[in-house]
């Protein structure tokens, strides 16, 4: 049976994630070789995943160095997914607003990485004003997914999606972060779009108005089902 590469991605994560906990909270000698041995196998795991075959190569040690250098004692150091939030933006011609990444040239609604210090909705508002010019208003949040889980990232993150209302501004692309920015009808939408199956539907429904229940992942069964 050939395992998926997203399955192997996901095991690591997990094996890393609950190895870097327990020796950030442990006091055990004993422990510690333990978690220690499991962050191993959890690298030869991504190694696989990475398909990395050569024997003789360094790749899963330099691994566990990684993960090794980024365990804190205590609290701070319980690993848990990162958190990154998205916008769906429509204007009055029920039109959405994406930007065209500057790192992959593929176009998607705003997202980015939550910040420490804001809460979603306001990390929100910033990565729009920032990303594209546009002043927004968060009305609701659309959907909460695990994007390991829906195979869009190979870090373990949440991912919020907001709707948002448009209240003031003009297109202004960031220089650093997006290639280039626009309103786009539903038949008139850019290529490459990003994952489009998953989102446009939802989207234009909220920019219709259409009201549905926050989307949420299922629970698995069992929770390791992939």
């Known amino acids: 049976m050939d395992i998926p590469k997203s399955a192997l991605v996901r095991w690591s994560q997990a094996l890393s994630g609950l190895a870097r906990t ?36 360094h790749y899963p040690q330099q691994q566990v160095e990684l993960w090794r250098e980024v365990i804190v004692r205590g609290i701070p150091g319980y690993v848990t997914p990162k958190s990154a939030v998205g916008a769906i933006v ?13 790192d992959s040239g593929v176009w998607l609604y705003p997202t980015g990485w939550a910040d420490v210090g ?3 909705a306001e990390v929100v508002k910033k990565e729009v004003l920032e990303e594209t010019g546009i002043e927004v208003e968060p009305v609701r949040l659309l959907s909460v997914v695990d994007g390991m889980q829906r195979g869009f990232t190979t870090v373990a993150m949440y991912s919020m999606i ?10 202004k692309a960031h220089p650093l972060e997006c290639r280039d920015v626009g309103w786009f ?3 008139n939408l850019p290529s490459p779009l990003a994952a489009r199956d998953k989102w ?5 429904m909220a920019i219709d108005g259409i009201v549905e229940p926050t989307y949420f992942d299922p629970p698995r069964t069992p929770f390791w089902n992939g």
């Open 118 to 120: 804001y809460s979603p």
């Open 200 to 204: 446009v539907e939802m989207a234009f």
């Open 162 to 171: 907001f709707y948002c209302r448009t209240i003031s501004g003009e297109l």
């Open 22 to 57: 327990g020796m950030s909270f442990t006091e055990s000698l004993y422990e510690m070789e333990r978690f220690e041995e499991i962050l191993h196998i959890a690298a030869e795991i991504k190694a696989f995943a990475d398909e990395v075959t050569d024997p003789a190569s």
């Open 185 to 187: 009808a539903r038949d």
């Open 90 to 102: 429509g204007n009055a011609s029920g039109e959405i607003l994406l930007i065209q990444r500057s």
